[in-house]
């Protein structure tokens, strides 16, 4: 990538024998300025890159828009540490989801030791856990979590559809409940 100094001085400076002397008058342009823009010690600012335009003829805003591309092109910075924000968001999104379904089942849970956590319910949903201790849970998820929550926090943590049949399956045949409409409809074709 070229530096936009070079890129005039290629064009413009050399085959017209501008020296930094007359750059720097005509320019209105200290020589240290002049100088540090050759040696890319120095990048053009608005002001710079306005009166270069002004003198050669050219527009300011190509000028920056080329030091714009050199600078990002020769920046070494790392960013890889920062999460982008959509990301940041879904976490968000899920941590509520499952916050929402966490508070719904342990509402009537009396003792905090005894509170289903966020890995519970991963445990049952993607590991279909159906040990005792999850029993509770798993009622309670279908007996009195709307579905709506229940599809969304499936959505947003990528809970396959035969994990859920297997628990809407187990719900039935375990604790002998009805069928439920909607998951009904959901997995009839599973």
Not at 116 to 129: C, P, R, V
Request: charged content about 30%; some cysteine; aromatic content about 14%.
């Amino acid at each position: 990538m070229i530096a936009p100094i070079d890129f005039i001085k290629e064009k413009y400076i050399e085959p017209n024998n501008i020296t930094q002397d007359v750059l720097c008058a005509s320019l209105n342009i200290g020589k240290k300025t002049i100088s540090e823009l050759y040696q890319h010690k120095r990048s053009f600012t608005i002001h710079t890159a306005k009166k270069f335009a002004q003198f050669f003829n050219i527009k300011a805003e190509f000028i920056l828009m080329k030091q714009l591309e050199y600078d990002l092109a020769n920046d070494k910075e790392d960013y890889s540490e920062i999460i982008p924000f959509d990301v940041i968001a879904n976490e968000d999104k899920k941590l509520n989801s499952a916050k929402w379904l966490l508070a719904t089942i342990n509402n009537s849970i009396s003792d905090p030791t005894m509170h289903y956590s966020i890995d519970d319910l991963y445990e049952i949903f993607n590991n279909i856990n159906r040990s005792k201790q999850y029993h509770y849970a798993i009622l309670t998820l279908f007996k009195e979590v709307e579905y709506s929550d229940v599809i969304k926090y499936c959505e947003l943590f990528s809970v396959k559809k035969s994990n859920l049949k297997q628990l809407y399956t187990f719900y039935k045949d375990e604790f002998k409940k009805e069928e439920i409409a909607e998951y009904e409809w959901l997995l009839e074709e599973l």
